[in-house]
Nanobody
């Protein structure tokens, strides 16, 4: 089993930045990849970014290079640096871990609100 705890959400003005972090605990050796998803009110949960910590990362095309994901593979701690935030980025951001056996784990989410 893997437990995920997100931190770093909050209220930020348009154009600002936030850094989210997610710490994993439990069976860390089972984790193959980690990433971030988000869910805005009334919308489906969508991929933001995902990485295996080997230098490769996959981002949602809509982000246009504003976000950067990083993974401390030894600690299984994943971070998301978000720059040039706009109201469209307002959502609950969820950390996700995918295990080698294809199990999927989710954190409880952290709220990001972009508003003046």
């Amino acid at each position: 089993q893997v437990q995920l705890v997100e931190s770093g959400g909050g209220l930020v003005q348009p154009g600002g930045s936030l850094r989210l972090s997610c710490a994993a605990s439990g069976s860390l050796a089972t984790i193959d990849s980690m990433g971030w998803y988000r869910q805005a009110p009334g919308k489906q949960r969508e991929l933001v970014a995902q990485t295996r910590g080997d230098g490769s990362a996959h981002y949602a095309a809509s982000l246009m290079g504003r976000f950067t994901i990083s993974l401390d593979n030894a600690k299984k701690m994943v971070s998301l640096q978000m720059n040039s935030l706009g109201p469209e980025d307002t959502a609950v951001y969820f950390c996700r871990a995918d295990a080698h056996d294809r199990s999927t784990y989710w954190g409880r989410g952290t709220q990001v609100t972009v508003s003046s």
